[in-house]
């Protein structure tokens, strides 16, 4: 029996999710509704007519592990290879990330020798702290925060600083509240597995992809690629999905189309939209943020709703930069600030360092991008809803003058707020997703949980959710067949 399915939401995970539907022959509708003009969620890139490319949201991602393959087998299956901008483990801003505490810019280290020695925050050398490591009892909690078993592992000194800002630079969230399992699952497994962080990663390894490798995949592993970026910037990818999806008979793609409510029967879903239209679908995939699916939910799954509506988000104020000339004071991919040094400044990044194709063209210049807010949004900045521009844009300029010593006013500036742009996984996220995805079964629910508010927040996790929805519920629809 063939299906109509409708996915809720058209960021890259519901885009993802109707481009592997649309490779299915036993659905024979897909519908996307998404709320907003225009395609992409988080991903959003302004191009300038001077060749100038600025990201506000993703701005480059990782191909490493089974996740990272699948989203390079996917722009190789759209026609993305030519427009691949790649950067290797050699490279500068692969190699130098610094760290800015008490008013200077630290290397973190990248080299045995930076490890072997003591340097800079640090009190002594890092490799003390991972040799103790294999030493630790494993930990008898079900979950534990990042920062309490970093802290635990590894020591206070690594926790605080270390791990306290790297949750900052991929979550914008605080390490004592962020959970260890659903956060870093590796680091988790490595434990309960074999005692060990570094016992784990030393012997454990990563699990193979799924699906083989494309050529472009193949391309990265040889060349050792960090990360990458496209040509015209990461809305590329989100355009060339929507131009694939546009191109499939059997799949409708709709903007502008916010849904008001979710009811549902015996015979399917009713999907009501703000403009009194009414669509039926078998089945519904929502790679909407937890918290506005809950609102659309029925009365009578009041549970499910209450679940998802406690998993927060927070929001991030983006301000890009550019400056004339080359004004960086030191070359690399950027630098995050600690907490305890300034709660609301998350970090820096030098964007022309590992993409200088996206600089414009002719005489050379600088952009980097200050992101601050984050979990401290409200305590530092105010309301993202009331947050004047201007506030924004003077907080970055004087970031930019203090810690990297530029005096000189930037030739183009734009600040944007992100509001609720990263989910964030608190203590015990693992366990409310058990009992979500258990009463969605206990329910036979025709329902398909998508998306960074789930199971990862990366482009990659976000994609291959996408994937794994689809192919979940195309598995089922084929075995009743």
């Not at 509240?177 to 597995?193: I, Y």
């Not at 080359?326 to 709660?343: A, C, M, N, W, Y």
């Amino acid at each position: 029996m063939q299906k109509c399915v409708a996915v809720l939401g058209g960021g890259v995970g519901g885009l993802s999710a109707c481009y592997y539907l649309s490779k299915s022959s036993h659905v024979s509708k897909v519908v996307l509704l998404e709320a907003t003009g225009r395609f992409g969620g988080w991903i959003n890139t302004t191009r300038r007519e001077d060749g100038a490319v600025f990201e506000h949201g993703p701005r480059g991602v990782r191909p490493a592990g089974a996740v990272g393959i699948n989203t390079l087998n996917m722009l190789s299956d759209l026609g993305l290879e030519r427009e691949i901008l790649p950067v290797p483990h050699d490279h500068m801003a692969s190699k130098n990330r610094f760290l800015y505490m008490k008013g200077e810019l630290h290397k973190l280290p990248s080299s045995l020798s930076g490890v072997v020695r003591t340097v800079p925050p640090f009190s002594s050398p890092i490799i003390l702290s991972v040799i103790k490591e294999v030493l630790v009892r494993k930990g008898k909690q079900e979950d534990e925060s990042v920062h309490s078993f970093m802290s635990r592992r590894f020591g206070s000194e690594l926790a605080d600083i270390v791990i306290d800002c790297l949750c900052r630079g991929v979550f914008a969230g605080d390490s004592r509240q962020l959970s260890v399992r659903s956060c870093f699952p590796p680091l988790h497994r490595a434990e309960q597995d074999w005692g060990s962080v570094l016992l784990g990663m030393l012997i454990g390894g990563e699990k193979a992809g799924t699906g083989g490798r494309s050529a472009l995949a193949q391309r990265a592993k040889a060349e050792s690629w960090a990360q990458w970026s496209l040509t015209d910037g990461m809305q590329s990818l989100p355009d060339a999905l929507q131009e694939a999806l546009r191109r499939h008979e059997r799949v409708e793609i709709r903007l502008n189309a916010p849904v008001r409510s979710l009811s549902y029967s015996a015979g399917g879903w009713e999907i009501k939209q703000e403009d009194g239209a009414t669509l039926k679908a078998d089945h519904v995939i929502s790679a909407l943020p937890a918290s506005v699916l809950a609102s659309l939910l029925p009365p009578a799954a009041r549970s499910l709703s209450h679940q998802l509506s406690e998993i927060n988000t927070v929001s991030v104020g983006v301000v890009n930069l550019e400056y004339e000339g080359s004004v960086l004071p030191v070359t690399g991919f950027g630098h995050l600030i600690p907490s305890s040094e300034d709660k609301g400044l998350l970090g820096v990044v030098y964007d022309s360092v590992p993409f200088p194709q996206h600089n414009r063209k002719g005489e050379p210049t600088t952009r980097m991008t200050v992101m601050m807010g984050g979990a401290w949004f409200e305590e530092t900045l105010g309301r993202p809803g009331e947050v004047k521009v201007q506030v924004l844009l003077d907080q970055a300029g004087q970031a930019v003058r203090s810690q990297l010593n530029i005096t000189s006013s930037p030739v183009w500036s734009k600040a944007t707020v992100l509001k609720n742009c990263i989910p964030q996984y608190h203590l015990g996220h693992w366990k409310r997703l058990e009992t979500m995805r258990q009463y969605i079964s206990d329910h036979a629910l025709p329902l398909t949980l998508a998306g960074a508010s789930f199971d990862g927040v990366s482009v990659n996790d976000v994609i291959f959710s996408g994937r794994t929805a689809a192919e979940g519920l195309v598995g089922k629809i084929s075995s009743e067949v």
